[in-house]
């Protein structure tokens, strides 16, 4: 839904504030915060209410409250003193007061037959994660990758077909890494060993158990570590693009590659007119029209601050558990493009091999993504759905 107020949109669905057409950055509690306040303003809303909605496991005391607040009101240019849009009514709560419009936006006929509910837990060192659950049957839980936005990845022009074609058949169960799209952008600390934990915590939450598991990119070994930590819980692993070794640890050519890009994400991160930002982009889709590499390039304005980026580009790099692999027991589809510029092929090569009896399947492109209009996306989705006993 779209709220429109005194030149401000917000956009629950893409997850955004904006302010004549420009960007409005807000962490996503804040985000909730004001987005709930807008969707009632017809009423007061009493803080015992908002903490429910906001917070729903967890405590929060009246400072962090007040200071959730102010941010809220710093985003729309309004204060404590002035109260022109948030007014707090003592003794009673917190109203939103500014003339609202609402419409739903348009959305693309394929993600409007699909009902996505987002949720948030708590991982083991207190950060909200995001979650999301579509479609229906049995359930598939997919590890996070780079950088995504449950808000914004259904009409994603890179990955949406994706999404829309494994919820068309399951209840398809994906979170948004710490520090980026709707979790937690301040987490203290941004580690592999973190990211496991976080989907053990979306798992937990869920209760579930006996599904597959699927991780693209650091994806990969997000799920593997998961696995191996945890065999009775999943029943079959797909990796597509994946690594078991972070770009620190492979060969020189790719160490240096992966400096530069680490230097580089600080300053040209998410900007559309730096060169950084197209090139890190056409490395996950190279020859793609524009349009889609500018939906990766505003995905990481909207989903992640440089700084979080970079911590989390650190962290990836980090990974090295392509020893314990040989531990796994569950039965792994390997897939990964032959000519791909973000992971070699050679790192999905050597992935394979020492998962013992794992299914590699190789790609012929040179998307990391593989794309709805390619043909290989054929080639994806009956290995996907033969290696799932669906097809």
């Known amino acids: 839904m779209d709220y429109r107020f005194a030149g401000f949109e917000l956009d629950t669905d893409a997850f955004e504030l904006r302010h004549d057409g420009h960007p409005v950055h807000v962490e996503p509690q804040v985000f909730e915060l004001l987005a709930y306040l807008v969707e009632n303003a017809h009423r007061v809303v009493p803080k015992e209410e908002l903490v429910a909605r906001i917070w729903p496991e967890g405590f929060i005391s009246d400072t962090a409250l007040t200071t959730r607040l102010a941010s809220a009101r710093r985003a729309i240019g309004d204060s404590g003193s002035a109260q022109r849009f948030i007014r707090t009514v003592h003794g009673r709560g917190i109203r939103f007061v500014g003339d609202v419009e609402s419409r739903a936006p348009a959305r693309s006929p394929e993600a409007a037959q699909l009902e996505q509910v987002v949720r948030f837990c708590h991982s083991a060192d207190g950060t909200h994660i995001a979650f999301a659950t579509l479609g229906s049957g049995q359930p598939l839980v997919k590890a996070p990758n780079w950088i995504t936005h449950l808000g914004l990845d259904l009409e994603s022009p890179v990955w949406g077909h994706w999404i829309r074609e494994i919820a068309s058949r399951r209840q398809l169960i994906r979170h948004d890494t710490r520090g980026s799209g709707m979790s937690d952008w301040n987490p203290v600390e941004l580690t592999f060993e973190r990211m496991v934990e976080d989907l053990e915590a979306v798992v937990d939450t869920l209760g579930l158990s006996g599904f597959p598991l699927i991780g693209l990119s650091q994806g990969g070994p997000i799920a593997i570590e998961y696995a191996l930590r945890h065999p009775e819980k999943v029943s079959r692993l797909i990796l597509h693009g994946a ?32 060169g950084f930002s197209v090139n890190f982009a056409a490395d996950f889709v190279p020859g793609v029209q524009f349009e889609r590499l500018q939906w990766l390039i505003d995905l990481q304005r909207q989903s992640a601050t440089p700084e979080n980026a970079h911590r989390i580009f650190d962290a990836i790099g980090d990974i090295d558990i392509l020893g314990r692999c040989s531990e796994l027991r569950v039965p792994t589809l390997v897939l990964h493009a032959a000519e791909d510029r973000q992971v070699p092929y050679e790192e999905g090569v050597l992935l394979a091999a020492n998962i013992p009896n794992a299914t590699f399947v190789r790609l012929d492109s040179a998307n990391h993504i593989t794309l709805e209009d390619e043909p290989t996306w054929e080639v994806w989705r009956r290995a996907f759905w033969e290696f799932l006993g669906q097809e």
């Open 243 to 274: 690594y078991g070794r972070g770009w620190r640890h492979r060969s020189p050519a790719s160490r240096e590659h992966g400096d530069i890009e680490f230097a580089m994400i600080r300053s040209g991160w998410g900007d559309p007119l730096s």
